[in-house]
């Protein structure tokens, strides 16, 4: 089929165009910025398109040739008045749906009772966008669902922004009533593919969700379960509001205000399915996702995709729920960096081997001291210590043992990534990179990174920061040095 995405630079649309491309349909991306798109994988499989909601006419010529259109666009965020704006937004896309005569329009909206009173704004908005998506002559496919469990998802975001750096929580009464239910994005995908289904006539609603129903504290105490962080002590107090509240979030998480309130605010209401058959039927064979698995892809990693490695072994990685290049920033958890350059007059060959050289008896180059008294304190509270050293003073292979680092990845003369395996509050890796800049002059970047886990990693990162800044620097002097004798010596 011929597909339209609206909202294909968001969360879900991003993950739905590969997800359509993989089941053989032809892929029209709508986007007021098309250039947002410009550093996606799948960019090449797709065309693109630009239009906005708010303009007609851009959507009218955007729609021709279309048999479906997505519509994952909200306007919360951007706008206190998001309720309006999403109004206009859905008129002008069943108005251009009808002229141009496209054959089904899907959205995915929010669960929640269908009373506009009992609901927050934004849940109440989300449902309004549906009914006025499904009052023309184009059949509506409206799904709705809760929190979607999957980096780089606003809830989610959240969520894991909480329990990460609060160890103690003095919540709202509600969060430990309210239930929900939550999904996986793999799930979500799913169905929005399978509501294409061009058998089923009519318009139609379905309720989407996964196998559990818990309380936002239930979630939360699982969350820090499956990330291996300490239990989480979670006090419900009737004084807190969903204003105050979000003002705290603000605080203490990265996400914009203007999206964490109304997200808030709607944790106030029940968001379960209350009709199980027909998202049953949708589902066919397909059986939806745990909440603890979701996590565990969803925790599969990091904003900077070339760090490879995940902290949860078992999480398969590029999945729906791992982070995406055009996610926003405040999405796929934190990653703490020191990056360091220096020019050299070495060969890229002399840096690589001085690079991949270091550590065993060659030493760290700077206060090898300090570095044997951290391998001691590893050796105390059970790590693998520094007395491993090297298998050759020279050469490394992926998977070798360095001191209390391994070999990740190994590309002479360009990268050498080691993860570090001594016992840490996170995961972390030293990096090297050999690049010529502009000029054409070698340049050695030094990238030590950390992922903090919960406010344990944090303090450790910020409490050693100044002795590690100047381990590193010394370090990175040291390499260029030694790089520069090869040199000569070559
Ligand atoms: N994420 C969740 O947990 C969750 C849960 C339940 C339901 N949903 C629903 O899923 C849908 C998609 O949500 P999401 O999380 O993917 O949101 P998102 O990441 O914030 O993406 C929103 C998308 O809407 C686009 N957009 C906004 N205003 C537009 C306009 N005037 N014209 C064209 N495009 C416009 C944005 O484009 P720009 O890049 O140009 O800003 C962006 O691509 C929404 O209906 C939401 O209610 C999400």
Same mark, same amino acid.
């Given at each position: 089929?011929?597909?339209?995405?609206?909202?294909?630079?968001?969360?879900?649309?991003?993950?739905?165009?590969?997800?359509?491309?993989?089941?053989?349909?032809?892929?029209?991306?709508?986007?007021?910025?098309?250039?947002?798109?410009?550093?996606? %994988?799948?960019?090449?499989?797709?065309?693109?398109?630009?239009?906005?909601?708010?303009?007609?006419?851009?959507?009218?010529?955007?729609?021709?040739?279309?048999?479906?259109?997505?519509?994952?666009?909200? $306007?919360?965020?951007?706008?206190?008045?998001?309720?309006?704006?999403?109004?206009?937004?859905?008129?002008?896309?069943?108005?251009?749906?009808?002229?141009?005569?496209?054959?089904?329009?899907?959205? +995915?909206?929010?669960?929640?009772?269908?009373? %506009?009173?009992?609901?927050?704004?934004?849940?109440?908005?989300?449902?309004?966008?549906? #009914?006025?998506?499904?009052?023309?002559?184009?059949?509506?496919? *409206?799904?709705? $669902? $809760?929190?979607?469990?999957?980096?780089?998802?606003?809830?989610?975001?959240?969520?894991?922004?909480?329990?990460?750096?609060?160890?103690?929580?003095?919540?709202? =009464?509600?969060?430990?009533?309210?239930?929900?239910?939550?999904?996986?994005?793999?799930?979500?995908?799913?169905?929005?593919?399978?509501?294409?289904?061009?058998?089923?006539?009519?318009?139609? =609603?379905?309720?989407?969700?996964?196998?559990?129903?818990?309380?936002?504290?239930?979630?939360? @105490? @699982?969350?820090?379960?499956?990330?291996?962080?300490?239990?989480?002590?979670?006090?419900?107090?009737?004084?807190?509001?969903?204003?105050?509240?979000?003002?705290? +979030?603000?605080?203490?998480?990265?996400?914009?205000?203007?999206? $964490?309130?109304?997200?808030?605010?709607?944790?106030?209401?029940?968001?379960?399915?209350?009709?199980?058959?027909?998202?049953?039927?949708?589902?066919?064979?397909?059986?939806?996702?745990?909440?603890?698995?979701?996590?565990?892809?969803? +925790?599969?990693?990091?904003?900077?995709?070339?760090?490879?490695?995940?902290?949860?072994?078992?999480?398969?990685?590029?999945?729906?729920?791992?982070?995406?290049?055009?996610? %926003?920033?405040?999405?796929?958890?934190?990653?703490?960096?020191?990056?360091?350059?220096?020019?050299?007059?070495?060969?890229?060959?002399?840096?690589?081997?001085?690079?991949?050289?270091?550590?065993?008896?060659?030493? !760290?180059?700077?206060?090898?001291?300090?570095?044997?008294?951290?391998?001691?304190?590893?050796?105390?509270?059970?790590?693998?210590?520094?007395?491993?050293?090297?298998?050759?003073?020279?050469?490394?292979?992926?998977?070798?043992?360095?001191?209390?680092?391994?070999?990740?990845?190994?590309?002479? %003369?360009?990268?050498?990534?080691?993860?570090? *395996?001594?016992?840490?509050?996170?995961?972390? !890796?030293? *990096?090297?990179?050999?690049?010529?800049?502009?000029?054409?002059?070698?340049?050695?970047?030094?990238?030590?990174?950390?992922?903090?886990?919960?406010?344990?990693? #944090?303090?450790?990162?910020?409490?050693?920061?100044?002795?590690?800044?100047?381990?590193?620097?010394?370090? +990175?002097?040291?390499?260029?040095?030694?790089?520069?004798?090869?040199?000569? *010596?070559?």
């Amino acid at each position: 089929m011929n597909v339209g995405i609206i909202g294909a630079t968001g969360y879900v649309g991003g993950r739905l165009a590969p997800a359509l491309l993989a089941a053989g349909h032809r892929v029209r991306c709508l986007a007021r910025t098309p250039s947002r798109l410009d550093g996606v %994988p799948w960019r090449a499989g797709v065309e693109v398109v630009k239009a906005d909601v708010l303009d007609g006419a851009s959507l009218s010529q955007a729609f021709e040739g279309l048999d479906a259109v997505y519509y994952l666009v909200h $306007a919360m965020g951007h706008t206190q008045d998001f309720e309006r704006v999403d109004r206009t937004g859905a008129q002008n896309t069943r108005t251009a749906a009808e002229k141009a005569g496209v054959g089904r329009l899907v959205y +995915l909206g929010g669960l929640g009772v269908d009373d %506009p009173r009992a609901l927050s704004h934004h849940l109440a908005s989300r449902h309004e966008v549906g #009914r006025i998506l499904g009052s023309g002559t184009v059949p509506l496919t *409206e799904l709705r $669902a $809760a929190v979607i469990i999957g980096s780089g998802s606003a809830s989610f975001e959240m969520l894991r922004h909480l329990v990460e750096v609060l160890p103690v929580m003095v919540c709202p =009464r509600w969060v430990t009533r309210t239930r929900c239910q939550p999904i996986a994005i793999a799930d979500v995908l799913h169905c929005l593919v399978a509501a294409l289904d061009s058998s089923a006539a009519g318009s139609r =609603r379905i309720e989407i969700g996964g196998p559990d129903i818990l309380t936002y504290e239930e979630m939360m @105490r @699982r969350y820090a379960a499956v990330a291996g962080l300490r239990s989480r002590l979670i006090v419900g107090v009737p004084v807190l509001t969903p204003r105050l509240s979000s003002h705290w +979030l603000n605080l203490v998480t990265p996400l914009p205000i203007g999206l $964490a309130r109304p997200l808030v605010d709607s944790l106030r209401n029940d968001v379960v399915v209350s009709d199980p058959s027909p998202l049953a039927a949708l589902l066919g064979s397909y059986r939806p996702t745990p909440f603890d698995d979701a996590l565990r892809r969803a +925790l599969s990693h990091i904003q900077d995709l070339d760090v490879s490695t995940s902290w949860i072994d078992s999480a398969p990685r590029g999945t729906a729920a791992s982070p995406m290049p055009q996610d %926003p920033d405040w999405a796929g958890g934190t990653v703490l960096a020191d990056v360091r350059t220096m020019r050299t007059s070495a060969s890229p060959e002399a840096v690589f081997a001085a690079v991949s050289g270091v550590g065993g008896a060659r030493g !760290w180059y700077f206060a090898n001291w300090l570095w044997a008294a951290r391998g001691w304190i590893d050796k105390l509270l059970g790590g693998v210590g520094m007395r491993r050293g090297r298998r050759h003073p020279d050469e490394l292979r992926v998977g070798d043992a360095l001191d209390f680092f391994r070999v990740e990845v190994c590309e002479p %003369p360009r990268l050498l990534r080691l993860r570090a *395996e001594m016992k840490l509050p996170g995961q972390a !890796w030293l *990096e090297w990179r050999v690049q010529r800049d502009e000029g054409g002059a070698v340049v050695l970047q030094q990238s030590a990174r950390f992922h903090p886990r919960g406010v344990a990693g #944090r303090l450790y990162w910020w409490l050693l920061w100044l002795p590690h800044a100047i381990i590193w620097r010394r370090l +990175l002097a040291g390499l260029v040095r030694a790089a520069q004798e090869r040199s000569k *010596e070559t």
